[in-house]
């Protein structure tokens, strides 16, 4: 039973840190061309056309038309219905920076940039933009697209697979829409931006996902809670601790305040789901040195939900909104998760051998899972 129940849990999850799929797209307007730039973090991309990695220079050139045709064809520009030519601008391994910083959303991870150009067809009365970036991947892509025109955003949108994002080429409308970047009360609607229930919602929503199916290492972290013991007081006072020690470091990583590096943050979340798993397996009563320890991890996985939020980019002047919506989401993800458990598990709790057959085997391959990936992205990050 213990190795079914795990199987079924595990199986989904055996993978390296999980794509985000998340793109930004960054369209300028000018008198008879659009411009484009593109930029996507390498492991998407890489996760998408089906490499394991890219570690040189000849890779990089050898596979560059191959990762500037996938941008190409999953980007889609329509005037007046109808398809222009395109031109490929500018293709750059980074984008130019190691570390590149786009506004809301913050690449800490190696990204590749792509920029494109098209004619703008003579008297074009309106522009159609879709995006099909990482239709491939297993969690839902998110598109952070902007128009810009005479040097300011006039339009801003988060787009998924179905989207599209339109604009009016007239010269009125687009002199209104510059008229209304200048007037703070108007701002909020040209650039897309979302009211307060749209948000909560959405990011409540994200949060969950990120949890469930999204997050398989956080699912493993939760059950390496559960599986300690069959107790309401253990497992509540380790969710807490896990609970306020991840809101912590991922408000202040939305601050600015403080943050990893994903190379640095999802080794650690891999070693947390070993080192919870281990305990399970010498340890059956609750001792403070495990609520630290939970704590600390929880501190870990709380700069890994940041990473998240900051790829797909922050509505501003909600970051209030944005931060609860997303932790409540997180939660509702880890309840569903230890309600699931229990109402596998919950008839084995009061037998002798609960623990010996069903927590230990339980516990055992959760921490060689934690451990692969431990040793897994350790080994990706050297290499």
């Known amino acids: 039973f213990a190795a079914g129940l795990t199987a079924a849990l595990l199986l989904p999850g055996m993978a390296k840190a999980h794509p985000s799929g998340v793109s930004r797209v960054d369209l300028t307007l000018r008198a008879d061309t659009l411009e484009g730039r593109i930029d996507a973090k390498s492991g998407d991309v890489f996760y998408a056309l089906g490499f394991e990695s890219i570690d040189n220079a000849h890779e990089y050139s050898s596979m560059a038309d191959r990762i500037a045709f996938y941008y190409q064809t999953r980007l889609g520009v329509k ?54 970036l990482f239709a491939e991947l297993e969690v839902q892509p998110l598109c952070h697209m902007r128009i810009f025109y005479q040097g300011k955003e006039i339009k801003r949108a988060f787009l998924d697979l179905d989207d599209r994002l339109t604009l009016s080429l007239e010269p009125d409308s687009l002199r209104a829409l510059l008229e209304a970047v200048d007037k703070p009360a ?122 998240v939020l900051k790829g797909l980019g922050l509505p501003e002047g909600q970051f209030f909104q944005v931060l609860v919506s997303f932790n409540v ?43 692969f990936w431990f040793v897994q992205r350790i080994l990706l990050v050297a290499g």
Do not use: C
């Open 329 to 371: 989401g997180v939660e509702l993800g880890q309840l569903t998760v230890i309600a699931a458990a229990s109402a596998l598990t919950f008839w084995m709790w009061k037998k002798p051998w609960y623990h010996n057959r069903v927590v230990v085997p339980v516990s055992v391959l959760i921490a060689a899972v934690g451990l």
């Open 186 to 307: 108007a701002a909020g609607a040209v650039s897309g931006s979302e009211s307060g229930p749209s948000v909560i919602g959405r990011f409540i929503w994200l949060g969950f996902t990120h949890i469930i199916p999204e997050g398989t290492d956080h699912i493993l972290f939760v059950l390496g809670l559960f599986f300690f013991s069959v107790l309401l007081r253990p497992l509540l006072l380790q969710v807490t601790a896990f609970t306020v020690a991840h809101s912590i470091t991922l408000g202040l990583s939305l601050l600015g305040v403080f943050s990893l590096p994903s190379r640095i943050v999802e080794p650690l979340i891999a070693l947390s789901i070993a080192v919870v798993a281990i305990e399970n397996i010498f340890f059956r009563k609750l001792r403070p040195s495990r609520i630290l320890i939970v704590f600390a991890f929880g501190l870990i996985h709380g700069l890994g939900f940041a990473g």
């Open 79 to 132: 005037f007046d219905g109808r398809e222009p030519a395109m031109r490929v601008l500018q293709y750059k391994k980074n984008g130019g920076d190691p570390a590149l910083k786009m506004d809301s959303l913050d690449f800490v991870d190696t990204t590749i940039a792509l920029r494109l150009g098209w004619a703008i067809p003579p008297g074009a009365k309106r522009l159609e933009v879709g995006s099909k």
